[in-house]
């Protein structure tokens, strides 16, 4: 004997304040999940277990980086220059680049380190 299933409505689909329906100012071009493990001689001393983000924007590009052992904290690095004639990449200073990628990841996360952009600059950047 087979039972019917029966078709329940969806629950409706709560929003917090950090997801307020606007979009995203910029989304990462990829986010890769890294692990890294510290060995002392036979020892291992530390495994790191990680998300990296990366976001491009006008040949510049911003790495942040998300320890899964602390999920609530993410840490942003300076801005790069892509395709740097040097074969290194040079730092710049870009602070729209970086208020858009905080935004983004303040809706994902709780600590942003180094947090050098209030909400108010945020605002005023277009953030």
């Known amino acids: 004997m087979s039972k019917k299933l029966r078709n329940k409505p969806e629950p409706p689909v709560r929003k917090s304040a950090a997801h307020s329906g606007t979009p995203d100012p ?11 493990d510290l060995w002392l001689g036979e020892q291992l001393e530390n495994r790191y277990n990680f998300l990296d983000y ?16 602390d ?14 004639d040097q ?4 730092q ?3 602070p729209e680049f970086r208020a858009k990628t905080i935004v983004y990841l303040r809706r994902r996360y709780r600590r942003i380190e180094p947090d050098d952009l209030s909400p108010r600059e945020l605002r005023r950047k277009g953030g």
Do not use: M, Q, W
């Open 26 to 36: 910029i989304e990462p071009v990829r986010i890769e999940h890294g692990c890294d």
């Open 92 to 94: 710049v200073d870009a």
């Open 87 to 90: 074969g290194v990449a040079a």
């Open 54 to 69: 990366f976001f491009e924007e006008k040949g510049l590009g911003i790495r942040a980086r998300a320890y899964l052992d």
């Open 71 to 84: 999920i609530a904290t993410v840490v942003v690095f300076p801005a790069l220059l892509l395709n740097s």
